[in-house]
């Protein structure tokens, strides 16, 4: 089993800068993607940002490419959305989730199926 506890989030002006972490625990040796998605209202969840095990892979969605960066810290089993120049079309509840096999190289990693843990989600509001 996976847990997460996903911190980072609150409200910002446009223009500003957010992290978000992902902290998780379990069988994280089980994961083989991380990725970010995240649902605004009265919308789906959309993919925003995910890396492969080895991490030397990154996907990211074309409307957060450039301005938002994924990464990990091995020692501290956690995940982190560096979210830069926000936009108030960013503004929605982020997810952290894991898949249990390489989405990366299957290429359905965008897709929320293949994920089978998710995080309870943190809210992110962009707003002047």
């Known amino acids: 089993q996976l847990q997460f506890v996903e911190s980072g989030g609150g409200l910002v002006q446009p223009g500003d800068s957010l992290r978000l972490s992902c902290a998780a625990s379990?069988?994280?040796?089980?994961?083989?993607?991380m990725g970010w998605f995240r649902q605004a209202p009265g919308k789906h969840r959309e993919f925003v940002a995910a890396?492969?095990?080895?991490?030397?892979?990154?996907k990211y969605a074309d409307s957060v490419k450039g301005r938002f960066t994924i990464s990990r810290d091995n020692a501290k089993n956690t995940v982190y959305l560096q979210m830069n120049s926000l936009k108030p079309e960013d503004t929605a509840v982020y997810y952290c989730?894991?898949?249990?096999?390489?989405?990366?190289?299957?290429?359905?990693?965008?897709?929320?199926?293949?994920?089978?843990?998710w995080g309870q989600g943190t809210q992110v509001t962009v707003s002047s």
């Open positions: 379990g069988r994280t040796s089980s994961i083989y993607t």
């Open positions: 890396f492969g095990r080895s991490g030397g892979s990154t």
């Open positions: 989730a894991a898949a249990q096999t390489s989405t990366l190289i299957t290429g359905t990693y965008s897709r929320k199926a293949p994920y089978d843990y």
